[in-house]
């Protein structure tokens, strides 16, 4: 059996955070992309960290700030929910 609860001013909380950190993991991705892109930088490990960068790093990034949204958005939906419930 498990138990369904929270702290509602908590739960707030950590939603605006979540909202905020996403935010900062946008400002590093275009930060970073903005210094990669401009970045005198040639030779294997420079077109290796490219390819990563590509296919790997930048996707998962923009996963992390996706999740926090959404996490964000839940969490708020159910300090709502609790807030109803007379929690």
């Known amino acids: 059996m498990s138990v369904i609860g929270g702290q509602i001013d908590q739960l707030d ?5 979540f909202t905020r950190r ?3 993991v946008e400002d590093l991705l275009s930060a970073l992309r903005g210094e990669l892109s401009s ?4 030779g294997g490990a420079a077109d ?3 390819s990563a960068w ?19 958005d ?3 939906g159910r300090a709502r929910a ?6």
């Open 82 to 87: 609790l807030e109803q419930a007379g929690g």
């Open 74 to 76: 839940e969490i708020k």
């Open 54 to 72: 590509d296919s790997e790093y930048e996707p998962a990034l923009r996963s992390l700030s996706s999740a926090l949204i959404d996490a964000s």
């Open 39 to 42: 970045a005198y930088w040639k």
């Open 22 to 24: 996403s935010g900062e």
């Open 48 to 50: 290796r960290f490219r």
């Open 13 to 17: 909380q950590l939603g605006v955070s």
